[in-house]
């Protein structure tokens, strides 16, 4: 038996079936809370955020000490690790990331992966992993290659990331260059997470999403098969949730092809569907609409009921099916707590 250290969220994804569902949320550290925002005013810009081990671990534990979730996640992005290939990284008040964009093979040959770069990041988590509360795991994570690779190729973000998808049907070895430098650095770079103190990695592929073969085999199932593999080889008790938003009815196949260990749904996923269709055993953890928790209410209620009785009988994480977004009132999140613990108790 793994030592799970009595913390739900590892227990679960070590197999085990709870009353209620370990509660987590993607981006719960974040601007809908006004002690983030105190803390971001002081630190500067958001990377300079993420570069402070003391302010990064102080507001990956904030969410923790307000709600008493779960897991904490580390506070960082997935666009430091293009930094740390040497590309020009800025997030624009407002707007959004922008980076010096990537589109030939100099380009592409320019990328070298300075590690000590990321070392800002290793100290936040052993940081936090010294100061959580017993009973909470500690989340680290990675973008997957192919969505820090749309960014990498847009310079920024866009409605469906189009430019990537055209340049990866034009120039398939250009594509592939790319994202061989991206898994590599990916593997070191969780597995420095991994020496620091996380106990969970969840590998983001919010771009997974509308893709088509051979798309889907070569820049989401093939690169996060050999991340999970590489990890597993050097860390096998480390468990590993894949979310590739917006996959659909691929998820199976991802499932299978990747090896992870548990698989994050996005809102519009089917849980009662995913449940139906996954490996048996595997954990599924999920899909709250973010919008949901803005309304509150008979809403959230409903949205958590739907959800609780859609996982079944399954290992179930709660989360929401995206990042928690910046209107959201931090009453509901507290409330929606309350609900989950309460749901199947
Ligand atoms: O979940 C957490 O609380 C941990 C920290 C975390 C952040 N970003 C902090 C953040 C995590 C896990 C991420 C992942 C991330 N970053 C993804 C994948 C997940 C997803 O949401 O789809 C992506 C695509 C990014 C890239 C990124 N970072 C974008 C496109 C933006 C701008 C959009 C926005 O919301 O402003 C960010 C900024 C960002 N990352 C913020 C936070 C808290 C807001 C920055 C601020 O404080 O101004």
């Given at each position: 038996?793994?030592?799970?250290?009595?913390?739900?969220?590892?227990?679960?994804?070590?197999?085990?079936?709870?009353?209620?569902?370990?509660?987590?949320?993607?981006?719960?550290?974040?601007?809908?809370?006004?002690?983030?925002?105190?803390?971001?005013?002081?630190?500067?810009?958001?990377?300079?955020?993420?570069?402070?081990?003391?302010?990064?671990?102080?507001?990956?534990?904030?969410?923790?000490?307000?709600?008493?979730?779960?897991?904490?996640?580390?506070?960082?992005?997935?666009?430091?690790?293009?930094?740390?290939?040497?590309?020009?990284?800025?997030?624009?008040?407002?707007?959004?990331?922008?980076?010096?964009?990537?589109?030939?093979?100099?380009?592409?040959?320019?990328?070298?992966?300075?590690?000590?770069?990321?070392?800002?990041?290793?100290?936040?988590?052993?940081?936090?992993?010294?100061?959580?509360?017993?009973?909470?795991?500690?989340?680290?994570?990675?973008?997957?290659?192919?969505?820090?690779?749309?960014?990498?190729?847009?310079?920024?973000?866009?409605?469906?990331?189009?430019?990537?998808?055209?340049?990866?049907?034009?120039?398939?070895?250009?594509?592939?260059?790319?994202?061989?430098?991206?898994?590599?650095?990916?593997?070191?770079?969780?597995?420095?997470?991994i020496?620091?103190?996380?106990?969970?990695?969840?590998?983001?592929?919010?771009?997974?999403?509308?893709?088509?073969?051979?798309?889907?085999?070569?820049?989401?199932?093939?690169?996060?098969?050999?991340?999970?593999?590489?990890l597993?080889?050097s860390h096998p008790q480390i468990?590993?949730?894949?979310?590739?938003?917006?996959?659909?009815?691929?998820?199976?196949?991802?499932?299978?092809?990747?090896?992870?260990?548990?698989?994050?749904?996005?809102?519009?996923?089917?849980?009662?569907?995913?449940?139906?269709?996954?490996?048996?055993?595997?954990?599924?953890?999920?899909?709250?609409?973010?919008?949901?928790?803005?309304?509150?209410?008979?809403?959230?209620?409903?949205?958590?009921?739907?959800?609780?009785?859609?996982?079944?009988?399954?290992?179930?994480?709660?989360?929401?099916?995206?990042?928690?977004?910046?209107?959201?009132?931090?009453?509901?999140?507290?409330?929606?707590?309350?609900?989950?613990?309460?749901?199947?108790?």
């Amino acid at each position: 038996m793994e030592n799970t250290e009595g913390k739900p969220l590892l227990q679960v994804l070590h197999g085990a079936r709870l009353n209620s569902p370990p509660i987590w949320l993607m981006r719960q550290a974040g601007r809908y809370l006004p002690e983030y925002r105190e803390v971001r005013a002081k630190a500067g810009s958001f990377l300079d955020l993420c570069y402070n081990p003391t302010l990064a671990a102080e507001v990956t534990l904030q969410p923790i000490r307000r709600f008493g979730l779960d897991a904490a996640i580390l506070f960082a992005d997935i666009l430091l690790v293009p930094q740390a290939l040497g590309l020009d990284v800025r997030f624009v008040e407002g707007e959004g990331p922008r980076l010096s964009p990537v589109l030939d093979g100099a380009g592409v040959g320019r990328l070298k992966f300075d590690e000590a770069r990321l070392a800002p990041v290793y100290e936040t988590v052993r940081r936090v992993k010294r100061e959580l509360a017993p009973g909470v795991a500690l989340i680290g994570f990675a973008g997957a290659p192919w969505t820090v690779a749309t960014y990498m190729i847009a310079g920024q973000g866009t409605p469906d990331q189009a430019q990537a998808k055209l340049l990866a049907y034009r120039d398939p070895s250009l594509v592939d260059a790319l994202m061989t430098k991206l898994v590599e650095a990916t593997i070191t770079y969780l597995r420095g997470q991994i020496e620091g103190g996380a106990e969970i990695i969840q590998v983001f592929d919010t771009w997974a999403g509308g893709l088509s073969e051979p798309l889907l085999e070569a820049r989401v199932f093939r690169p996060t098969h050999d991340i999970v593999a590489a990890l597993k080889s050097s860390h096998p008790q480390i468990p590993i949730i894949g979310f590739p938003r917006g996959i659909g009815l691929h998820l199976p196949r991802y499932a299978r092809a990747t090896g992870v260990d548990a698989i994050g749904l996005a809102t519009g996923d089917d849980i009662q569907l995913a449940a139906a269709l996954l490996p048996d055993g595997m954990a599924l953890q999920g899909n709250l609409d973010p919008l949901a928790l803005i309304a509150g209410g008979e809403a959230l209620k409903h949205g958590i009921e739907a959800t609780c009785r859609g996982a079944g009988s399954r290992a179930h994480i709660f989360n929401l099916g995206h990042g928690i977004l910046p209107e959201t009132p931090p009453e509901h999140v507290a409330e929606l707590v309350r609900l989950v613990r309460e749901a199947r108790a």
